[in-house]
Structure formats: C-alpha cells, structure tokens
C-alpha cells in the first residue's frame, strides 16, 4: 500500500482501534519502515484524538429539566391541546389503516369473484340450454331423416331378430 | 448504562410518569452530554433535551423492540440536536452561532488554545469547525466511545459513510493547526 492509503487508514480505523488480524499487521509493518507516516500519526494523535480523552462529561441540570418535562406532561394529560389530539388522531387512524384496507379489499374480491362466479355460471346455463335445443333439433332431425330414408312399404329391416319380434 | 427492562418501558408507553422517570435518569446523562456538545450553548441544549424526552415520552407507544431502547434514544438525541445545528447554521451563515463566542480572532490564540493542555476550549474550537454531521460522528466515536458499525446503527448510515465523515473531520482538524503553524511562520 502507498503512502497515501496508509495515512487515511491511520486516520480513521487505526486511531480509533478498529483493524485487526492481517490489516493491523501490514499497518504496523509499513510504519516500522516508514518515518513519514509515522510523524503523521504523531500529530493525527495529538491533535484529533488526544484533545477528546481528557473531555469533561457537560452535564446540566437533571432536576431542572425533569420539572420542565413533567410540568408538560400532566398538562398535556389535563387539556390535551388540539394539535396533539389531531396527532394521535393521525397516529391511531394510520395504526388502524391497514385493517380496514384489508377487510375492504377482501370484501371487494369477494363481490368481483361472486358477479364473475354468476356471471360464467349462467353463460354456461345458457349455452347448455341452446346445446340441448340444438341436440333436440338435430335428434329429431335425425330422426325424421332416418324415417323418412325408411321404405313406407317395409316393415323393417327384413333381420332375423326384427321378424322374431314381429 | 444498563438497559431498562421491558416491563418498565410498557408502563411508561402507558402513561406511568414514574417509569418515564426512570428511563430518563437512566439516559440524561447521555442525552444531555451528546447534546450539549453537538450544539455547544446550554439554553439551547436544555430545550432539545426537553424535546428528545418528550418525544420518546409520546413514541415509547410505537417502540417495537427492533432495536435496543439505548440505540433507540441515541438515534432521536443525535437526530434532533444535528437538525438543531444544521437549522442554525442556515440561519446564521456560519457553522454555528457559539463560533462568535469561542473563535478566537487570530491564528495565534487559535494555536494557544488548541495547545493550552487540551482544554475544554481547544475542544471547542476544534468541534466548531466541523459540520454538524461530522461533529455527531466525533461526538459518538471520540466523546461516547462507539464503534463504527454502532454508530452507522444510530444514525443509520453504512459503516463507510461514518468512517468518510469522521476521515474529512480530522483532516479539517488537522488542517485548522496547519494554518496555525503556517501564520505562524
């Protein structure tokens, strides 16, 4: 790695301790080798990273900050204002939206698969009804047919089984 | 910092002001500091830390326990106190309003700050020249002490994005004492 990479690691993983394995090994190599990165890391250290270790924690007033809270609670629970009524309101119709979303769209489904379920299932009666006309026309055709190719003057078909029964 | 239990959270999603109280003594500490340094003026501070606390207060109903509460509050302190900052700084034209107060005018009481035993001025001076997201990344990572990954986690950036942010802070850092030396010379 250059010179260059190195650096950019030094300022953001190494000093803040986290590379390990092969990445910290070949970093601690390259810095035995090179005095320049090593300066540079002297002087990261110093000043972008030392001047936070002796920070003092600025802690303020907990009491005083814990009165301003609960003094805005219990008012907010005795006059709720009209903004943080219509806040929940927003809140609880977006928690209960999907609910009726839901029901409404299986209600819709349930209305489109009944009309589609109808629909199909009397187109089918139909067809049903003019195939059994069409087959009563073509029997009786048939049969009119087959009467009329019979031979009026013949009895039958002059078999052995027909003239058994005649 | 331990982590508060379920129960207590339940009570204090459900209005119990002795539970949110204990939530909040447990995590003013952190609140408080990350938010006073991110936006450096005490009045300021005091009122974001009101309404960090007010809005967990008002969101504890929606917490899902996806996260830990710690991460949780983390993300809210650091998110309103960045928009706070970021909010001045458009107002302003400046990084931030307390740089009138603690900017010193020349190089030299730059460099006398920034040497005098790192004190809390150096440190000042040194948070005020970084953008408000850079600062957060400092605050997290030099201040708090978290690893990168749990800062992505609170802020919900990649890893990359905070090792960027905190990368070009310190090269502004190191840059603020170059110009020091360079006037100097």
Redesign the interface.
């Known amino acids: 790695m250059k010179c260059e990479q190195i650096q950019e690691l030094l300022l953001t993983d190494y000093l803040d301790g986290q590379l390990d394995g092969e990445g910290l090994k070949s970093i601690e190599q390259h810095l035995s080798d090179c005095p320049g990165c090593r300066e540079f890391l002297a002087v990261a250290r110093k000043i972008t990273v030392e001047p936070f270790y002796s920070s003092k924690k600025v802690f303020l007033s907990q009491e005083d900050v814990w009165h301003r809270i609960k003094q805005q609670i219990e008012k907010e629970h005795s006059q709720p204002s009209l903004s943080h009524r219509l806040a929940e309101m927003i809140l609880g119709l977006k928690e209960l939206v999907p609910k009726p979303a839901w029901a409404l769209s299986i209600m819709v489904a349930g209305v489109i698969l009944t009309a589609v379920y109808f629909n199909s299932w009397n187109r089918q009666e139909m067809v049903q009804t003019a195939s059994s006309e069409d087959n009563g026309q073509y029997i009786a055709y048939f049969t009119d047919d087959v009467g009329s190719g019979q031979p009026e003057d013949n009895g039958g078909y002059g078999t052995a089984i027909e003239e058994y029964f005649l | 910092m331990q982590e508060i239990s379920r129960g207590i959270i339940q009570k204090a999603s459900e209005?119990d002001?002795n539970a949110?109280?204990v939530i909040?003594?447990e995590y003013?500490?952190f609140v408080?500091?990350v938010a006073?340094?991110i936006i450096n003026s005490?009045e300021d501070?005091?009122d974001i830390?009101?309404e960090v606390?007010?809005n967990i207060?008002h969101s504890l109903k929606?917490f899902r326990f996806e996260s830990s509460l710690k991460t949780w509050i983390y993300r809210i302190t650091v998110n309103k106190a960045i928009n706070y900052a970021k909010k001045l700084s458009r107002h302003h034209h400046q990084p931030m309003e307390y740089a009138e107060t603690f900017i010193p005018e020349t190089p030299s009481e730059i460099d006398h700050k920034?040497n005098e035993?790192?004190s809390?001025n150096?440190?000042t001076v040194?948070l005020d020249a970084l953008n408000p997201d850079q600062r957060a990344c400092?605050v997290l990572?030099?201040?708090e002490g978290l690893?990168?990954k749990e800062i992505a986690e609170v802020l919900k950036i990649p890893v990359n994005t905070v090792?960027s942010r905190?990368?070009r802070?310190?090269?502004t850092?190191?840059a603020l004492?170059k110009r020091v030396v360079k006037d100097e010379m």
Do not use: W
Request: aromatic share 16%; net charge positive; glycine share 4%.
């Open positions: 209005g002001a949110f109280e909040y003594k003013f500490g408080s500091h006073r340094r005490r501070a005091e830390i009101q606390f007010i207060y929606r920034i035993n790192f809390e150096a440190l040194l400092i990572r030099s201040i690893r990168y090792r905190i990368k802070a310190r090269e850092m190191l004492r």
